[in-house]
């Protein structure tokens, strides 16, 4: 951490929604950014984060949901409109609640104007805003590279006889941030935004923001990549060296950061960056040399890591060893690419996880519903709806399920849209007892243990900034930690094993059980320690 007192993206707790799934407002099985005004006092009062990260709301054809964005500055009349906007971000800082945006600037759709001009001539002023290059000799694309999303990514342009660049879908044209005017483009919608009052980004696919110049093919690969899911074998038949993580990244990305230091006068703001870059050293690295790149680096290892007390331990201290002095932690166990945390981990290790989670050094991001413990929703194929899964044929690829409504209640449509009305996904299978309603009646429900973490959280200095210190005395199976601030002081005590196990640290002895993930337990420890149930984890306030 900096100097003085932690900033709000520190301390706080960021909520990712995703638009489409949250709440629908106007009847059409679709989400919007109403719902989400609708659900501010949930978001606020009921569950208590600090920020909310909004997934695109961009005018878009849809081809990847949003994320192929067709005109940076407005709002797709699916989810409203820039007036429902403002009015979200005043209803938010009225609450005292942040709002980040998504922000995609590694390729827009094939239907922004930019690209439809790009694509009409090899002469059009804005032909080089984009990634063109000619066919080898063979008529085969200019690389070898595989897209995350399988296949090739050259799409042949036959009006101008070009290929062009796109790192996801052939909609998904890829910008040319070395053309400067790309880049002066790019960095006005971030004022945009932040003229509106957006307290930060998340900022897409940062890792590949930038491509080889020379355009050269990628060298073969054997084994499984280290991502955290897989993009199929083509995509891991070989090193993307060319197109992904290239030191030309970080001089944008200091771009951008510097139009967010603009603002920071009139309040801080945030950039978080999402990069599947799994060597910690590598990713460090996009902290920038003087802490003047991202805030928040995404740090997606705990999707990725095997999930057991040794393994989850030696990669929070991998994580803690990387980041440069003065570099804050952030943490995420889901997200909207991911197969939700229950269906991962199951139900009792979700738990442990959202303890994990809410008790580390970092800012935690939860996904909506999680705090619910949602599981993957069965989407037949005949629903299958993203473009990933379509393309690669094959339902394993599809991100549907992880996507599927917030569930409100136990109606029908989950109090997601009006009855009657079909959501753009089917409900998780469990819904109609893994919902808020019937959450809020539980005191043991993983709603109620997340809010008790959250509330914990914010009244504790050790839990919100204060140091980390891993314990080395503990059973196998078991990860422990302890989190202080001056006299503030806490023990994190997690079982990643079926069995009970009893643990006699020294300072448990004056300690008392601040929350189980039972939520059936609190008291003093005696002289005897504590028992820790399988599965269950323990903050435990230390004298
Ligand atoms: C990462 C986003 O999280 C994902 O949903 C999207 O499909 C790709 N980037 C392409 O924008």
């Given at each position: 951490m900096g100097h003085g007192e932690p900033h709000w993206w520190q301390t706080g707790v960021v909520y990712q929604v995703y638009p489409r799934s949250f709440q629908d407002s106007n009847g059409d099985g679709v989400g919007d950014l109403r719902g989400v005004i609708q659900r501010l006092d949930y978001l606020h009062?009921?569950?208590?984060?600090?920020a909310i990260w909004l997934s695109p709301f961009y005018p878009s054809p849809m081809a990847d949901f949003g994320y192929d964005v067709a005109d940076y500055t407005d709002v797709d009349p699916l989810f409203g409109d820039l007036a429902t906007f403002d009015e979200l971000v005043s209803a938010a800082h009225a609450r005292g609640m942040q709002i980040i945006i998504d922000y995609v600037p590694n390729h827009c759709s094939d239907q922004h104007p930019w690209f439809v001009e790009s694509r009409s001539s090899r002469t059009n002023p804005k032909r080089d805003w984009f990634i063109w290059a000619d066919a080898r000799p063979d008529g085969s694309p200019p690389t070898n590279w595989i897209g995350p999303f399988g296949g090739s990514t050259w799409t042949w342009d036959e009006t101008t006889g070009q290929y062009y660049l796109h790192i996801?879908?052939?909609e998904q044209p890829d910008l040319n941030w070395r053309n400067p005017e790309v880049q002066d483009a790019m960095l006005d919608v971030l004022r945009f935004w932040l003229e509106r009052g957006v307290d930060g980004f998340r900022i897409d696919a940062l890792h590949n923001l930038m491509k080889d110049l020379e355009l050269r093919d990628n060298p073969p690969h054997e084994g499984t990549l280290a991502t955290h899911r897989t993009h199929g074998e083509a995509f891991d038949?070989?090193?993307?060296?060319?197109?992904?993580?290239?030191?030309?990244?970080?001089e944008p990305i200091r771009a951008m950061r510097a139009v967010l230091d603009e603002y920071e006068a009139i309040s801080p703001r945030v950039a978080i960056g999402e990069l599947h870059i799994f060597d910690l050293q590598r990713w460090a690295r996009y902290y920038g040399d003087a802490l003047d790149e991202l805030q928040l680096p995404f740090n997606f290892g705990l999707l990725n890591t095997p999930w057991n007390a040794t393994a989850v331990r030696a990669l929070v201290d991998a994580i803690e060893a990387a980041i440069p002095l003065g570099g804050w932690p952030n943490y995420v166990i889901g997200n909207h690419d991911e197969p939700r945390i229950v269906s991962r981990i199951g139900a009792a290790q979700a738990r442990t996880a959202m303890m994990l989670l809410l008790t580390l050094r970092g800012t935690p991001t939860l996904y909506y519903g999680d705090e619910l413990g949602m599981r993957d929703a069965i989407v037949p194929a005949e629903r299958m709806q993203d473009p990933w899964g379509i393309r690669m044929g094959d339902a394993q690829f599809s991100r549907d399920p992880a996507r599927a409504p917030m569930a409100w209640d136990d109606s029908t449509t989950g109090g997601f849209c009006a009855d009657g009305v079909e959501p753009w996904l089917p409900l998780a299978p469990d819904h109609a007892t893994t919902n808020v309603a019937a959450q809020s009646a539980d005191p043991h429900s993983m709603l109620n243990l997340t809010r008790a973490l959250l509330q914990l959280r914010r009244s504790s200095p050790a839990l919100k900034s204060g140091a980390y210190h891993p314990a080395d005395d503990v059973p196998e199976g078991v990860y422990a930690y302890r989190r202080s601030a001056g006299d503030d002081r806490y023990l994190i005590l997690l079982s990643f094993i079926d069995q009970p196990v009893t643990l006699h640290l020294p300072?448990?002895?004056?300690?008392?059980?601040?929350?189980s993930t039972s939520m059936d337990r609190e008291g003093r420890v005696g002289a005897g320690g504590v028992e820790l149930r399988g599965h269950e984890g323990l903050v435990v306030r230390l004298g």
């Open positions: 009062e009921t569950l208590g984060i600090d996801f879908l052939t038949s070989q090193q993307h060296i060319y197109e992904f993580d290239l030191d030309d990244n970080h300072d448990l002895h004056d300690a008392e059980i601040a929350l």
